[in-house]
């Protein structure tokens, strides 16, 4: 599912692939879980997905963006 304000990854379908990547990255690092290969494989069981929301603009949060 695309659009002009969202976008919808494939499913993650190999441990490790670009999506599985993706959604470790959205872990801060002092969280990830011990076992990253076992989790990126959980994430393939689970069917998992990145969904891309493009805002103009955000309201009552804070986000911590590195880089």
Do not use: C, N, W
Request: glycine share 8%.
């Amino acid at each position: 599912m695309t659009g002009p304000d969202r976008e919808v990854s494939d499913v993650t379908t190999t441990p490790g692939d670009a999506v599985g990547r993706e959604l470790l990255a959205t872990i801060p690092q002092s969280a990830r879980p011990e076992d990253e290969d076992a989790f990126l494989g959980q994430l393939v069981d689970e069917r998992r997905v990145v969904i891309r929301l493009k805002v103009d603009r955000l309201y009552g949060t804070a986000l911590d963006i590195e880089g």
